[in-house]
Structure formats: C-alpha cells, structure tokens
C-alpha cells in the first residue's frame, strides 16, 4: 500500500504527459494504424492505391476521415480502395481521430515522381479555367469552399478521384454538398487523354512545394 499513491502519481502523471502532447499519441497512432497502408512518412504507396497524405491541413484530413465514416465516401462496391479506408476509419474515434490527424498534418509533405505521360496543354487550359477558382492558382486549396489541397498529392490518385467523382463513387450523396460541387466540375473532363492531362499538369504544381 505504501507504494501505491507514488505509483498512482507517475502513472497520473505519464497519461498527463500524453494527454498534454497529441503528436505523441497521433504518431503512435500512425505507426499502428495507418502507416502499413500510407507509408512510415505518410508519403503513400502505388501498391495499396493509397494517397500521400503527409502535411494535408487538418481540417481536409477531417472532413475526409468524416467522410468514409459517415458512407459519404468508399460505399461504391466497386471502390474497394475507398471501401478499404472506410473500414479503418471506423476504429478512430473522435480523440484519436484528432490526434492522428493532428500528427499527419506535421509531417513533411512527399511529392512522388510522374507515373502519367501526358501533354500538359491541354491539362492547364482546363484547370485554369474550370478548377483553379476553388482550387486557387497553385492548387493549395481554399478552406472556404472546402476544396481539397491538390499538392503533394500522386498523379495517379489524382486521376482515380476525377474517376470516382465522373463514375458515381465519390461526391454524389445527397448530404454530400462538397463532393457533389466537385463531381460537378469533373464532368468538364471530358475523356480519358484530358483526365490523364489534367492529373499530369496538377503533378507539375507540386513542384512549388519539393
Ligand atoms: C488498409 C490500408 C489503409 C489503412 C490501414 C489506412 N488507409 Fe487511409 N486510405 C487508404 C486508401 C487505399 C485510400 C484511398 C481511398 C480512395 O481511393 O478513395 C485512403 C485514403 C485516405 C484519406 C483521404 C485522403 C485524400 O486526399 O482525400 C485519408 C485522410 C486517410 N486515408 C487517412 C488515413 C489514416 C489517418 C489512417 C490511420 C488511422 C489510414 N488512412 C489508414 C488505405 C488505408
Ligand atoms: C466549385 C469548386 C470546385 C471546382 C471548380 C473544382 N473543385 Fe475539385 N474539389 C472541390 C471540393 C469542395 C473538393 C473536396 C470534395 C470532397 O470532399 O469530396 C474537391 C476535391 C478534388 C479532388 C480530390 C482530392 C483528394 O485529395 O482526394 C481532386 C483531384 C480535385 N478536386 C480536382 C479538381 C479539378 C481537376 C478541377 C477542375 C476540372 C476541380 N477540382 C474543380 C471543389 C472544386
């Protein structure tokens, strides 16, 4: 008995500590739960068609995470990536959402190399003219609309997203006010060599941020 209140104390005392520094929990986190998939950095793998989520702000990292878990996103049964990462994020709870989130968001962001071979011209011309006014011009995004960073991020997801908002799998809930503007805009894109130029040319604004 008489170790019991020292005890009790560092044990108080320990849980403060982490409860004081949501990094630490958000990268144990990470480690455990979302790293076998992302990647040890957050930078993404080809392989499990995952996105390089490293440095995206948080409130887009949340917005998603709330996304798959309320079937806003990944309910296509033919989006088994979406379907994938729909079934982690109901693990998270609030808490630990935040702190992961959190802790994703401090990482250096990871640009990957080109994947599409595209002429880029065409790719501009669209996004200047039908993506870059909630996009923004270097495609960080703009919070305000809730449009999605486009920086950092593969060619290669980039393109399956265009896909998914054109097919029907991502943006077209009813509840889904953001994703239906943006499944909006993807129908500008009218076939597949534009689709592969748009993803190629938003590569090439990554190139402000390696
Ligand atoms: C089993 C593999 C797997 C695990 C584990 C996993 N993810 Fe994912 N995640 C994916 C895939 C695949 C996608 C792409 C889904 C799509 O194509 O719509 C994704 C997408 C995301 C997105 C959307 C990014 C964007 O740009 O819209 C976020 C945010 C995300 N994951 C966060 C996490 C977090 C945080 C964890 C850990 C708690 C985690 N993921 C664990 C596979 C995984
Ligand atoms: C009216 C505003 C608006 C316009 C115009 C717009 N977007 Fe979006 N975009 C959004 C919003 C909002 C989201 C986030 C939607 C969601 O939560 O699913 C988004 C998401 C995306 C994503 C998904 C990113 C990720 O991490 O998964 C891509 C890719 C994208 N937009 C590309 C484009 C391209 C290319 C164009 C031009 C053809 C475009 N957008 C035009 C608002 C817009």
């Given at each position: 008995m008489q170790n019991f209140p020292t005890s009790f104390l560092a044990l108080a005392m320990s849980a403060q500590v982490f409860a004081g520094d949501p990094p630490a929990m958000g990268r144990v986190l990470f480690q455990n739960l979302c790293a076998q998939c992302h990647g040890p950095k957050g930078e993404g793998s080809l392989l499990v068609r995952?996105?390089?989520?490293?440095?995206?702000?948080e409130w887009y990292l949340q917005a998603q995470i709330d996304n798959f878990q309320a079937g806003?996103?990944?309910?296509?049964?033919?989006d088994p990536e979406g379907q994938m990462m729909r079934a982690i994020s109901k693990v998270l709870n609030p808490e630990q959402s935040k702190q992961v989130l959190e802790y994703v968001s401090q990482l250096p962001r990871q640009v990957q190399g080109a994947t599409i071979r595209a002429d880029l011209t065409v790719g501009r011309e669209i996004y200047a003219g039908?993506?870059?006014?909630?996009?923004r011009f270097n495609g960080e995004g703009e919070l305000a609309f809730g449009a999605?960073?486009?920086?950092?991020?593969q060619d290669w997801y980039l393109a399956s997203q265009l896909k998914k908002y054109k097919n029907g799998m991502?943006?077209?809930?009813?509840?889904?006010v953001n994703g239906q503007k943006m499944a909006f805009s993807s129908?500008?894109?009218?076939d597949e060599a534009t689709l592969k130029s748009v993803a190629a040319y938003l590569l090439t604004l990554s190139e402000s941020i390696r």
């Open positions: 995952s996105p390089s989520i490293a440095g995206l702000p806003r996103r990944g309910f296509h049964p033919q039908r993506c870059m006014e909630c996009h999605a960073p486009l920086v950092g991020l991502r943006g077209v809930l009813k509840e889904d129908s500008f894109i009218e």
